[in-house]
């Protein structure tokens, strides 16, 4: 691995052991967009969030579910994860 890689790799793992506990904006390649506090973020984007709310491709298109209890997101579905 080279050390351009090593320290982008770095970065990312950083900022994403930074954000655990705050306000995430969670973006899907479907186009459903989560907006959460982030409990949890392993290393294959798996991802989860409390308190989410669920809107199709932005906030101001309205609200289509409310979630009480923990949401999962799958890494692999996941196009971005940004801190809200």
């Known amino acids: 691995m080279s050390a351009v890689t090593q320290e982008t790799t770095s970065a990312s793992t950083q900022f994403l052991s930074d ?21 949890s973020i392993d290393g294959f984007m798996n991802i989860a969030l409390s308190s989410a709310t669920e809107h199709y491709e932005n906030k101001n298109n309205g609200l289509i579910n409310t979630y009480n209890s923990d949401v999962f997101l799958r890494g692999t579905q996941v196009m971005y994860i940004s801190e809200a």
């Open 19 to 39: 954000i655990i506990g705050k306000p995430v904006n969670v973006k899907l390649h479907s186009g459903m967009l989560y907006i959460g506090t982030l409990e």
